[in-house]
């Protein structure tokens, strides 16, 4: 005998905090699938026959309900109607509003006895299906949570597949300052990987390169939405311009949604345009920050750190093979950067620069 299943999910509207049970269907069961199994438990009508009579039945309820009568399916169901009219006074007229005509439904009770009589409850897990995003890693550059608009973004986890021919879900990317697009160019969707290639909105400032992604799904035609989100931020590369000239222009680094950059580039020596990152430490235990430059590959060549115990100008050394000598910048809101790397990136904040001497 199949089960009516049901989870616990926390009521939202009681202190202290209780818990509801909530039914979850099974499958949802429209006109074609009862019409062949009225044909099948009559042997005598084929399934198109009782899909007209259950499209007929359906016409004529509405127009007897139109006509302001109340429907009854003995020993079933009852049909009725109400209105959700407010009134001041007796004489004012209805308000001119399309919902107010409501149809309510209400279930006999031999009917109610009949499904009761042949129920069986089945208890699920609080945990309820989702889809869940457990790493994102950018596949031209090997790095993880990492955006690059010319690589092709990875996801894995589970529960991700939609389909987006028929709009069940969607994966979106969205800017912690602004911006929010729904993706558009996959290679392969499935329960366990999903790979896009990114299209990535832009936000109020350049230094405005942080984002989440998420996947939205529906795991049955009618079911509810559920959505995932990565529990990590992802980061686009950032480009700084004329590394090596005189004057070159300031490039915010190492910033959320802030209004403001946390740190900006103001100089330094390249002899080449390249790629690099740069790293920040969060040392907890001698109140400051680390800063370092870094190769493209985790684990690779690094430059040596430097302590940043404060807001002020510095200067970060090169890395062996790398073009860049240096970089200077400078630390404008120290504070603000502390609570970023330690609320928001687990101590260890990293961003992709693309490093350009003209």
Same mark, same amino acid.
């Given at each position: 005998?199949?089960?009516?299943?049901?989870?616990p999910?926390?009521? @939202?509207?009681?202190?202290?905090?209780?818990?509801?049970?909530?039914?979850?269907?099974?499958?949802?069961?429209?006109?074609?699938?009862l019409?062949?199994?009225?044909?099948?438990?009559l042997?005598?009508?084929?399934?198109?026959?009782?899909?007209?009579?259950?499209?007929?039945?359906?016409?004529?309820?509405a +127009?007897?309900?139109?006509?302001?009568?109340?429907?009854?399916?003995?020993?079933?169901?009852?049909?009725?109607?109400?209105?959700?009219? +407010?009134?001041?006074?007796?004489?004012?007229?209805?308000?001119?509003?399309?919902?107010?005509? +409501?149809?309510?439904i209400?279930?006999?009770?031999?009917?109610?006895?009949?499904?009761?009589?042949?129920?069986k409850?089945?208890?699920?897990?609080?945990?309820? +299906?989702?889809?869940?995003?457990?790493?994102?890693?950018?596949?031209?550059?090997?790095? @993880?949570?990492?955006?690059?608009?010319?690589?092709?973004?990875?996801?894995t986890?589970?529960?991700?597949?939609?389909?987006?021919?028929e709009?069940?879900?969607?994966?979106? =990317?969205?800017?912690?300052?602004?911006?929010?697009?729904?993706?558009?160019?996959?290679?392969?969707?499935?329960?366990?990987?999903?790979?896009?290639?990114?299209n990535?909105?832009?936000?109020?400032?350049?230094?405005n390169?942080?984002?989440?992604?998420?996947?939205?799904?529906?795991?049955?035609?009618?079911?509810?939405?559920?959505?995932?989100?990565?529990?990590?931020?992802?980061?686009?590369?950032?480009? /700084?311009?004329?590394?090596?000239?005189?004057n070159?222009?300031?490039? *915010?680094?190492l910033?959320?949604?802030?209004?403001f950059?946390?740190?900006?580039?103001? *100089?330094?020596?390249?002899?080449?345009?390249?790629?690099?990152?740069?790293?920040?430490?969060?040392?907890?235990?001698?109140?400051?920050?680390?800063?370092?430059?870094?190769?493209?590959?985790?684990?690779?060549?690094?430059? @040596?750190?430097? =302590?940043?115990?404060?807001?002020?100008?510095?200067?970060?050394? *090169?890395?062996?093979?790398?073009? /860049?000598?240096?970089?200077e910048?400078?630390?404008?809101?120290?504070?603000?950067?502390?609570?970023?790397?330690?609320?928001?990136?687990? *101590?260890?904040?990293?961003?992709?620069?693309?490093?350009?001497?003209?």
């Open positions: 005998m199949a089960t009516i299943q049901w989870r999910e926390v009521n @939202a509207l009681t202190t202290p905090q209780s818990y509801r049970a909530r039914v979850l269907p099974r499958n949802v069961i429209g006109n074609d699938e019409a062949a199994e009225i044909a099948a438990e042997d005598v009508i084929s399934p198109d026959v009782a899909r007209l009579v259950i499209t007929t039945e359906k016409k004529l309820i +127009k007897h309900l139109a006509n302001g009568d109340q429907v009854t399916q003995e020993d079933a169901l009852t049909y009725s109607l109400s209105l959700t009219a +407010k009134l001041d006074s007796p004489d004012d007229p209805l308000p001119d509003e399309d919902d107010m005509l +409501k149809v309510r209400y279930a006999s009770k031999p009917f109610i006895a009949e499904v009761r009589q042949g129920a409850l089945e208890r699920l897990p609080l945990a309820e +299906k989702v889809p869940v995003i457990a790493s994102a890693e950018d596949n031209r550059l090997k790095l @993880a949570d990492v955006l690059f608009a010319q690589g092709v973004l990875k996801l986890g589970s529960n991700l597949f939609f389909d987006e021919t709009e069940s879900g969607e994966c979106v =990317i969205e800017g912690t300052q602004s911006g929010r697009t729904v993706q558009n160019q996959y290679a392969m969707i499935s329960n366990s990987a999903i790979l896009l290639v990114p990535i909105p832009a936000q109020a400032h350049p230094w390169n942080e984002y989440t992604v998420s996947v939205s799904t529906h795991y049955t035609e009618h079911g509810t939405p559920r959505s995932g989100t990565y529990r990590r931020r992802l980061r686009s590369p950032l480009t /700084v311009p004329g590394l090596g000239s005189p070159p222009p300031g490039t *915010g680094i910033t959320g949604s802030s209004a950059a946390h740190v900006s580039i103001n *100089g330094g020596l390249t002899s080449a345009d390249t790629l690099l990152r740069i790293q920040v430490i969060l040392d907890l235990q001698g109140g400051r920050l680390l800063f370092s430059l870094l190769d493209m590959q985790e684990g690779g060549a690094a430059g @040596a750190e430097v =302590i940043v115990p404060q807001n002020g100008e510095y200067i970060l050394p *090169g890395f062996a093979s790398s073009p /860049v000598t240096s970089v910048i400078t630390v404008n809101n120290y504070a603000a950067l502390w609570d970023m790397i330690r609320n928001d990136y687990g *101590g260890r904040l990293v961003d992709v620069l693309d490093v350009r001497v003209a």
